[in-house]
């Protein structure tokens, strides 16, 4: 298949065909419906605030939204509860999903943001392939995905808390 290649350049090659393959399976399989609820792995974390900690212990708040981009299947963006444990993922339009995962179960809950392990294989992939000044793009791209991602997911959050006070305050 790719005899005209060093035996080098065939994995490397091969290795980058993984890591696309993968990264767009880990990315359909991080943000899917029905799924385990820890995902991931944490990237970072903060700590809960008590007006979320306090929402989120509602079974009630389950919330699944569709959104039809195209034609397709549409995309989701939800907070599930589960078992004392809740996925938050809003919608984005970021390179590397990542979703938002809180453990109600511990005392002192976080909500940690959770990402895949292909985000870390571009950077194997930059010095595997020798391409040095492409890697502070890489971390700068990586950065700013987290940085929208960790937006969105607060944001989501808080629209979510406020909707739910303001139609809480009217049934009093």
């Given at each position: 298949?790719?005899?005209?290649?060093?035996?080098?350049?065939?994995?490397?090659?091969?290795?980058?065909?993984?890591?696309?393959?993968?990264?767009?399976?880990?990315?359909?399989?991080?943000?899917?419906?029905?799924?385990?609820?820890?995902?991931?792995?944490?990237?970072?974390?903060?700590?809960?605030?008590?007006?979320?900690?306090?929402?989120?212990i509602?079974?009630?708040?389950?919330?699944?939204?569709?959104?039809?981009?195209?034609?397709?299947?549409?995309?989701?963006?939800?907070?599930?509860l589960?078992?004392?444990?809740?996925?938050?993922?809003?919608l984005?339009?970021?390179?590397?999903?990542?979703?938002?995962?809180?453990?109600?179960?511990?005392?002192?809950?976080?909500?940690?943001?959770?990402?895949?392990?292909?985000h870390?294989?571009?950077?194997?992939?930059?010095?595997?392939?020798?391409?040095?000044?492409?890697?502070?793009?890489?971390?700068?791209?990586?950065?700013?995905?987290y940085?929208?991602?960790?937006?969105?997911?607060?944001?989501?959050?808080?629209?979510?808390?406020?909707?739910?006070?303001?139609?809480t305050?009217?049934?009093?």
């Amino acid at each position: 298949m790719f005899s005209f290649l060093s035996n080098y350049q065939r994995v490397l090659v091969l290795s980058t065909m993984f890591l696309l393959l993968m990264w767009v399976f880990e990315s359909f399989f991080l943000v899917k419906l029905h799924r385990n609820m820890k995902r991931g792995f944490k990237i970072w974390s903060k700590p809960l605030s008590n007006e979320t900690r306090e929402y989120l212990i509602n079974p009630a708040n389950n919330i699944i939204v569709p959104h039809w981009i195209n034609w397709g299947a549409p995309f989701y963006s939800f907070i599930i509860l589960k078992n004392n444990e809740a996925i938050i993922r809003p919608l984005t339009r970021a390179i590397f999903p990542c979703v938002g995962y809180v453990n109600l179960k511990k005392p002192n809950a976080r909500l940690e943001y959770r990402g895949g392990v292909s985000h870390f294989f571009v950077f194997l992939l930059a010095f595997a392939y020798s391409f040095y000044f492409v890697i502070p793009f890489f971390a700068l791209i990586l950065i700013i995905n987290y940085w929208i991602i960790v937006r969105a997911i607060d944001n989501y959050l808080n629209k979510k808390i406020m909707r739910n006070a303001l139609v809480t305050n009217r049934k009093l």
